[in-house]
């Protein structure tokens, strides 16, 4: 089994700063993609930050310049760090990742970790 956890969640006031971790563990075989979503109250889950294991790196507009994506990749992690953070960003973050597991038949699956609570006050 896949799992991820994330950590590095909490309350900010706007304009601050925190940075998210993601770890994935368990039989895996290779992890491809992993990412960042979020969804704030009253709206749909969007898509924050994506990087594939080579290095490549999507942005959503909102966040362009002031989250930077990184990953390790012998740790299986991802990170978020989170700059200049706005009230709008507040949200349930949710960390994501295409991985292949041990004994999966070479068969992609998407994970989701539980979600960390992010709250930028004004």
């Known amino acids: 089994q896949v799992q991820l956890v994330e950590s590095g969640g909490g309350l900010v006031q706007a304009g601050g700063s925190l940075r998210l971790s993601c770890t994935a563990s368990g039989s895996i075989f290779t992890v491809n993609s992993m990412g960042w979503y979020r969804q704030a109250p009253g709206k749909q889950r969007e898509l924050v930050a994506v990087i594939t294991a080579s290095g490549n790196k999507k942005y959503a507009d909102s966040v362009k310049g002031r989250f930077p994506i990184t990953r390790d990749n012998a740790k299986n992690t991802v990170y978020l760090q989170m700059d200049s953070l706005k009230p709008e960003d507040t949200a349930v973050y949710y960390c994501?990742?295409?991985?292949?597991?041990?004994?999966?038949?070479?068969?992609?699956?998407?994970?989701w970790g539980q979600g960390t609570q992010v709250t930028v006050s004004s």
């Open positions: 994501n990742a295409e991985a292949v597991p041990v004994g999966g038949y070479g068969t992609r699956s998407q994970y």
